[in-house]
């Protein structure tokens, strides 16, 4: 299992210094954003796209620093009810999805998207609840148009033998993991999850329960090292659907934090020996987003924690059980 990072936080220096940075940290694999809300600091489609000579140079650049790409992100919205904004959300994904086959990287990380809750709305709607029944109505024409349109990409990705991995999100369709389970029941193997589980805390999601339910389906693609803290306190008054800008911590329930800082190492290890029981053997992605402290010590406190979590060798033979 290897220790990645997303380097959108670092996207203020080249892609050869957070490269340099980043391999002097211990980090095996990393994520390049290449579009959408990750931007494309690091990694241009237009660049680098149908680009032999540009493909090969980062190869190089990659490989001086024994790095090597875990996924490409592309995090945006191809079923907002905004024609332009899905289609430039579409576009974003399928030339994500042709690059990293011409890469040689097997998958893109994205969310699922998420309707308007009507053919004649304007605004996606995020539903959490069946009633009044029109909410229910709107839930099932999302699923409708969810499936519709994320079939026909299933069918792009598997076209290119790349793997699309949704990371499960709030105010996303897909933002827990049974929701994971039937959008991939209703299209193919290539669409799984980018398990994040800063997303399931808050929520009361038993994250080892829910990488074992995603792991007896196959249907872990890449991970998201992530840590959230929910602050009982503020929860116990408001709950956890928290509108407050992530910005005012001290009165948020909860807030993004760096691995280790929402839970301890002995979770943390317990995060990496399930997904080896279901045999999720990829990168650990970092994605800093604590506004509690700053990026570079962020990604500096994970990689180290991480780094003691993670096994270096593979398991041998159970000796003691013959």
Same mark, same amino acid.
């Given at each position: 299992?290897?220790?990645?990072?997303?380097?959108?936080? %670092?996207?203020?220096?080249?892609?050869? $210094?957070?490269?340099?940075?980043? +391999? &002097? #940290?211990?980090?095996?694999?990393? *994520?390049? !954003?290449?579009?959408?809300?990750?931007?494309?600091?690091? %990694?241009?489609?237009?660049?680098?796209? $149908?680009?032999?000579?540009?493909? +090969? &140079? #980062?190869?190089?650049?990659?490989? *001086?620093? !024994?790095?090597?790409?875990?996924?490409?992100?592309?995090?945006?919205?191809?079923?907002?009810?905004?024609?332009?904004?899905?289609?430039? +959300? &579409?576009?974003?994904?399928?030339?994500?999805?042709?690059?990293?086959?011409?890469?040689?990287?097997?998958?893109?990380?994205?969310?699922?998207?998420?309707?308007?809750?009507?053919?004649?709305?304007?605004?996606?709607?995020?539903?959490?609840?069946?009633?009044?029944?029109?909410?229910?109505?709107?839930?099932?024409?999302?699923?409708?148009?969810?499936?519709?349109?994320?079939?026909?990409?299933?069918?792009?990705?598997?076209?290119?033998?790349?793997?699309?991995?949704?990371?499960?999100?709030?105010?996303?369709?897909?933002?827990?993991?049974?929701?994971?389970?039937?959008?991939?029941?209703?299209?193919?193997?290539?669409?799984?999850?980018?398990?994040?589980?800063?997303?399931?805390?808050?929520?009361?999601?038993?994250?080892?329960?829910?990488?074992?339910?995603?792991?007896?389906?196959?249907?872990?693609?890449?991970?998201?090292?992530?840590?959230?803290?929910?602050?009982?306190?503020?929860?116990?008054?408001?709950?956890?659907?928290?509108?407050?800008?992530?910005?005012?911590?001290?009165?948020?329930?909860?807030?993004?934090?760096?691995?280790?800082?929402?839970?301890?190492?002995?979770?943390?290890?317990?995060?990496?020996?399930?997904?080896?029981?279901?045999?999720?053997?990829?990168?650990?992605?970092?994605?800093?987003?604590?506004?509690?402290?700053?990026?570079?010590?962020?990604?500096?406190?994970?990689?180290?924690?991480?780094?003691?979590?993670?096994?270096?060798?593979?398991?041998?033979?159970?000796?003691?059980?013959?």
């Amino acid at each position: 299992m290897d220790v990645g990072v997303l380097t959108v936080p %670092l996207g203020d220096q080249s892609l050869d $210094d957070t490269l340099s940075y980043l +391999a &002097d #940290l211990g980090v095996d694999t990393v *994520e390049l !954003g290449c579009g959408g809300y990750p931007g494309d600091d690091h %990694l241009s489609r237009e660049q680098y796209l $149908d680009d032999e000579p540009a493909q +090969a &140079d #980062l190869a190089d650049l990659l490989g *001086e620093h !024994g790095l090597r790409i875990s996924a490409l992100a592309t995090h945006n919205n191809p079923l907002h009810p905004d024609e332009d904004r899905a289609e430039r +959300a &579409d576009t974003e994904l399928r030339e994500a999805i042709r690059l990293a086959a011409q890469l040689g990287v097997h998958t893109v990380t994205c969310f699922s998207g998420l309707p308007a809750g009507g053919p004649n709305d304007e605004v996606p709607n995020w539903i959490t609840a069946p009633w009044p029944s029109e909410h229910a109505e709107a839930h099932e024409y999302q699923w409708g148009v969810a499936v519709d349109y994320w079939s026909d990409l299933a069918e792009f990705a598997d076209d290119h033998a790349v793997d699309i991995a949704i990371e499960m999100h709030p105010n996303m369709l897909v933002y827990e993991p049974t929701g994971m389970a039937l959008l991939r029941e209703e299209t193919n193997d290539r669409i799984g999850a980018n398990f994040d589980p800063s997303h399931l805390y808050w929520q009361g999601i038993d994250v080892p329960a829910a990488i074992r339910f995603l792991g007896k389906r196959d249907a872990i693609h890449h991970v998201h090292a992530k840590d959230t803290r929910v602050y009982d306190a503020t929860a116990r008054i408001k709950g956890v659907l928290d509108t407050t800008a992530y910005t005012e911590e001290s009165e948020r329930s909860w807030l993004f934090r760096t691995v280790g800082y929402g839970h301890g190492e002995e979770h943390w290890k317990d995060v990496v020996s399930t997904l080896r029981m279901v045999g999720y053997d990829g990168a650990l992605s970092i994605e800093h987003e604590d506004s509690l402290t700053s990026s570079r010590e962020g990604l500096e406190k994970a990689v180290e924690l991480l780094s003691r979590a993670v096994f270096e060798t593979t398991p041998g033979e159970a000796y003691w059980a013959e």
